[in-house]
T-cell receptor
Framework: ETGVTQTPRHLVMGMTNKKSLKCEQH?????MYWYKQSAKKPLELMFV???????ENNSVPSRFSPECPNSSHLFLHLHTLQPEDSALYLCASSREAGLGNEQFFGPGTRLTVL | TQLLEQSPQFLSIQEGENLTVYCNSS?????LQWYRQEPGEGPVLLVT?????EVKKLKRLTFQFGDARKDSSLHITAAQPGDTGLYLCAGAEGAGSYQLTFGKGTKLSVIP
């Protein structure tokens, strides 16, 4: 596998469920990102990790909990979500965190909260 | 909060036509990136422009960064069906920041 992979590609969950999104990058990058893409809204940065340390948290509700066990893997743990959390969740990686580093995106997980 | 306005929101053209899409802001950005996102995929970086007035060409795509670094345009010559997708611009606020401000995108459909 090359690039950035995300699983699952589609997820439907109820508001009381707990689920996790997984992202894996095969590029040897040190930084990883979670973004939320909703219809009719710009891409929103949620979290940034650099060398497994969280360096940015954009006021994201605590029902979203990220985890970065190593520089190749990133998780987004979900619990008690709301219907308005339905969106495409994109993972990205870059050689280093910060600007000037090209971000490579995964295909995303399409999440529907019922 | 810096905002990027993209126009038009939707564009449907015939194969072979030329088009221009715009990305405008009242704020200054240190650099600006253009991405293309195809259905079911994540965005793919096309180009980064850094210097005010800079023009970059990528085959049939021409990107321009405004002199004041507040706006940018993407011009496509002789559009092809493979150009269909969502075109996103994203501005970088400054050195040391992780934040990219994205526009809502222009959805382009090129009809054969």
């Amino acid at each position: 596998e090359t690039g950035v992979t995300q699983t699952p590609r589609h997820l439907v969950m109820g508001m009381t469920n707990k689920k996790s999104l997984k992202c894996e990058q095969h590029l040897g990058h040190n930084a990883m990102y979670w973004y939320k893409q909703s219809a009719k809204k710009p891409l929103e940065l949620m979290f940034v990790y650099s060398l497994e340390e969280r360096v940015e948290n954009n006021s994201v509700p605590s029902r979203f909990s990220p985890e970065c066990p190593n520089s190749s893997h990133l998780f987004l743990h979900l619990h008690t979500l709301q219907p308005e959390d339905s969106a495409l969740y994109l993972c990205a990686s870059s050689r280093e965190a910060g600007l000037g580093n090209e971000q490579f995106f995964g295909p995303g997980t399409r999440l529907t909260v019922l | 909060t810096q905002l990027l306005e993209q126009s038009p929101q939707f564009l449907s053209i015939q194969e072979g036509e030329n088009l221009t899409v715009y990305c405008n802001s009242s704020s200054v950005f240190s650099s600006l990136q253009w991405y293309r996102q195809e259905p079911g995929e994540g965005p793919v970086l096309l180009v980064t422009v850094v210097t005010g007035g800079e023009v970059k060409k990528l085959k049939r795509l021409t990107f321009q960064f405004g002199d004041a670094r507040k706006d940018s345009s993407l011009h496509i010559t002789a559009a092809q069906p493979g150009d269909t997708g969502l075109y996103l611009c994203a501005g970088a606020e400054g050195a040391g920041s992780y934040q990219l401000t994205f526009g809502k995108g222009t959805k382009l459909s090129v009809i054969p």
